[in-house]
């Protein structure tokens, strides 16, 4: 399997090149070079395999020679054994043809650890093989860096630096990055903004002796292996409830477009998906894009689901690239002119072509507080801000007929200020964290200067090396 960038100017690599890589050097995000298929045939033969084996046999394709069968099973097995579901992504059902499938069952209670679990062991098979190390540095506002601390603390092969803003972070957010004790991990509380610290990875990595010297790679959703491991819920959904002779739709509450960008790749795959739900809170970019082929940046309003709270959704260049007919030119002219005017609009063809699988849909915080509590009352269902909007998305848009799965992407206990304010209690943490709170935390305090946490980075490295 080779990818190529979005922009077309970048080397054409593997998977393992495209893991390590990140973002293309071109600017570009890598995407595979056509999607291997899952016949009808495929489909049947994973109904009632267990989610490890079916996550195999799904990414497997995408992988190449670059890990062999047994060997990933291996990974997707260790990555999926800690969950706190046996059947790691379970579906309940809320409503005629309404289901919600629950990808929160992991160490740091979002959907993001279900690449991340893998992303770790991919770094480490892949870097063992090549006798290479790399230092992974990321700023977070929340659930990203928690879900990289977990899938990286320990990795024999994986430096980690990961920077929060002091006192920025939620008290929940901050205790699961801090709590995580490992030689290979460093939590920068740097005195500043989550803006300064996004600002301070960005100029380490123009740094570019430094970036060299310290081997350093990145691990947000733009990364491909990001998306290849949260496309196999999707076919394991699909296939649960009837697919291949049935199609299914699925609501996915949207930031950076990367989950609903797996749900797509399993649609090119061959799963049946006439169509696919993008919920957004009020930062509401992609459904105004969808709805008007108008995609004008507005500010970033603060909402009750903050991991929602984007206007740039980095990976809609992937689908840009798909409904531009895959012309790399016209991608990389169409996202220039939008950096530069903070305006898209594409030809009518494209638009029409989104708008043929796409819809979207939004909810403000008043209507999800609503939702929330109507929904405990009448199903006993306790769902957070993010999975709620996606639930409503389901109820609002489902066809008689035709299952509609909502993605559940966090555990209510992740946000229990918004659920106290819709049901008047919170609700208490699974058991595995019940004793977050009395947890020892160790991280170093860092003024928000490049020195100053480049001196961290460097730290971290020769301790590990030595
Ligand atoms: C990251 C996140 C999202 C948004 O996912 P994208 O892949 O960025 O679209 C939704 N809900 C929760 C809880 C998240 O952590």
């Not at 922009?7 to 595979?32: C, I, N, S, W």
């Not at 099973?73 to 289901?99: C, K, M």
């Not at 989550?194 to 310290?214: G, I, N, S, T, Y």
């Not at 016209?330 to 029409?352: I, P």
Request: glycine share 6%; proline share 6%; with cysteine.
């Amino acid at each position: 399997m080779r990818y190529i960038s979005t922009r077309g100017q970048a080397p054409v690599r593997d998977f393992a090149g495209v893991l390590l890589a990140g973002l293309a050097e071109d600017g570009g995000l890598y995407v595979p070079e056509s999607f291997p298929t899952l016949t009808p045939h495929d489909l049947r033969a994973l109904r009632g395999v267990a989610y490890p084996e079916l996550a195999a046999r799904v990414i497997h394709p995408f992988v190449g020679d670059c890990i062999g069968y047994e060997a990933l099973l291996r990974l997707t097995r260790e990555s999926y054994a800690h969950f706190n579901s046996p059947a790691v992504v379970p579906l309940v059902q809320l409503g005629t043809d309404i289901w919600a499938q629950e990808l929160f069952h992991g160490p740091t209670l979002a959907f993001k650890d279900m690449a991340m679990q893998l992303l770790g062991r991919l770094f480490d098979h892949v870097l063992t093989k090549r006798d290479e190390r790399v230092t992974i540095v990321g700023a977070t506002s929340g659930d990203t860096g928690s879900a990289a601390i977990e899938a990286m603390a320990g990795r024999a092969r994986v430096d980690i630096v990961i920077l929060h803003p002091e006192g920025r972070t939620s008290e929940v957010q901050r205790r699961q990055m801090t709590t995580v004790h490992a030689p290979n991990l460093r939590n920068l509380a740097v005195d500043g903004t989550f803006d300064d610290c996004q600002d301070l990875v960005k100029a380490m990595f123009q740094d570019l002796p430094f970036r060299r010297e310290m081997r350093l790679s990145a691990v947000n959703s733009i990364n491909w292996a990001r998306i290849l491991g949260q496309i196999p819920y999707y076919v394991a959904a699909a296939v649960a409830l009837g697919a291949p002779d049935r199609d299914i739709e699925f609501a996915v509450p949207t930031g950076n477009f990367g989950n609903v960008q797996a749900a797509y790749a399993a649609r090119r795959m061959g799963v049946p998906i006439p169509r696919l739900i993008v919920a957004s809170n009020r930062n509401d970019i992609l459904a105004r894009f969808l709805a008007s082929n108008d995609m004008s940046v507005r500010a970033v309003e603060p909402s009750l689901s903050p991991s929602m709270d984007i206007q740039v959704s980095s990976n809609f260049e992937r689908l840009l690239f798909e409904i531009q007919g895959r012309d790399p030119g016209l991608t990389a002219a169409t996202m220039a002119e939008f950096r530069a005017t903070g305006q898209m609009r594409v030809a009518d063809a494209a638009w029409r072509e989104a708008g043929a699988v796409f819809t979207g849909f939004r909810l403000g915080d008043d209507e999800t507080l609503d939702a929330i509590r109507a929904l405990y009352a009448s199903a006993g269902y306790l769902a957070d801000p993010h999975s709620i909007i996606g639930i409503e998305a389901a109820r609002a848009l489902v066809r008689p007929g035709v299952p509609m799965v909502a993605m559940a992407t966090a555990h209510p206990a992740k946000f229990p200020d918004a659920i106290e304010a819709a049901i008047g209690s919170r609700p208490p943490l699974p058991v595995h964290l019940a004793d977050l709170y009395e947890r020892t935390e160790l991280f170093t305090r860092v003024p928000a200067s490049l020195a100053a946490i480049e001196d961290q980075v460097r730290a971290t490295v020769l301790r590990n090396a030595a």
